[in-house]
């Protein structure tokens, strides 16, 4: 089983995160941007748990979870 529930559109699998973002978002996400899940559970494609942004910040914010999990503080490295 994957890390993340997908769906067929069109004879093609699509992450259904990626849809659920799409529908928030009122169309196809731009180039370059990613869906992060706020739980950690790619399982959970609530829209209120998921963030569209860049690869770059997507990257940081998962920096800073890991940091504040092993320290309480977001910032520590």
Not at 15 to 25: C, G, I, T
Request: charge should be negative; glycine fraction near 10%; aromatic fraction near 6%.
């Amino acid at each position: 089983m994957g890390k993340y529930n997908s769906v067929s559109v069109d004879g093609r699998r699509v992450d259904e995160h990626v849809l659920v973002a799409e529908r928030a978002f009122g169309g196809p996400l731009p180039k370059g941007v990613e869906v992060h899940h706020v739980d950690e559970d790619g399982k959970n494609n609530d829209p209120l748990n998921l963030v569209i942004c860049t690869a770059e910040y997507h990257d940081l914010l998962h920096v800073r979870m890991r940091s504040y999990a092993a320290s309480g503080h977001h910032d520590w490295r």
